[in-house]
């Protein structure tokens, strides 16, 4: 079974800091791998998608990285603002058919002003 | 694009007593998901559906748990009956289907059994 883990569990900055998300799995052989945002008493939202063939993708202060081989991937967040603080949740897509995402357990982020 | 929709967003019950959640896809998305939240956790799948089908329900309690999809629209997750280890929060999402497109997800029912 694919396990994902996040380190850290939580994380405080202050503002306008650059901070780095990290998010591992045991099973290289992902189809994907996306990065979703959960803000309190709300669903996720996806914030960037990584296909397998990809090395990274990026959207506006967001840069995330995919390394198959040794089964990593970050979440790079520049120039950190408060309306940034919510948890982020890596998740993996296997092959074989299935869209099943497996989650990690999330890092708790805190930007302080 | 409305997105999508799921109700009730909050729900308070005693053990034993049986609850539903209902859940409404983006217009269009074929594939519709459950997942359970426990606290400090990521989303676990419960139950996959492709249209009225549910393909993948291997992580369903189903001494409990039932889901339904009638019509290929609509979702709806019950528990029959409730234990105190089911107080999460009850995720809805919907994908179109057999592409790389995200998954798209509801704000949940936060379910707290007493």
């Known amino acids: 079974k694919q396990e994902v883990t996040q380190i850290p569990a939580a994380l405080s900055v202050p503002e306008g800091e650059n901070l780095v998300l990290n998010c591992s799995f045991t099973d290289s052989a992902i189809y994907n791998l996306q990065w979703f945002r959960q803000d309190p008493g709300k669903g996720l939202t996806s914030l960037l998608l990584?296909?397998?063939?990809?090395r990274e993708q990026t959207s506006g202060r967001l840069n995330a990285s995919l390394d198959k081989s040794s089964g990593r991937s970050t979440l790079y967040i520049a120039a950190s603002q408060p309306g940034d603080s919510a948890t982020y949740l890596c998740?993996?897509?296997?092959?074989?058919?299935?869209?099943?995402?497996?989650f990690g357990t999330g890092t708790r982020l805190t930007v302080i002003p | 694009e409305a997105g999508v929709v799921q109700s009730p967003r909050y729900k308070i019950i005693e053990k034993k007593q049986p609850v539903a959640f209902w859940c409404n896809p983006i217009s269009g998305h074929n594939t519709l998901y459950w997942y359970r939240q426990n606290l400090g956790q990521g989303p676990e799948l419960l139950i996959r559906?492709?249209?009225?089908?549910?393909?993948?329900d291997s992580q369903l309690p189903k001494d409990r748990f039932s889901a339904e999809r009638l019509k290929g629209v609509d979702s709806t997750l019950k528990i029959q009956p409730a234990e105190l280890g089911d107080s999460a929060v009850y995720l809805c999402a919907s994908q179109r289907v057999f592409s790389t497109d995200t998954q798209y997800f509801g704000p949940g029912t936060r379910l707290t059994v007493l």
């Open positions: 998740a993996v897509r296997l092959y074989g058919g299935a869209n099943n995402l497996f």
């Open positions: 990584i296909q397998s063939s990809q």
């Open positions: 559906y492709e249209n009225e089908e549910a393909v993948d």
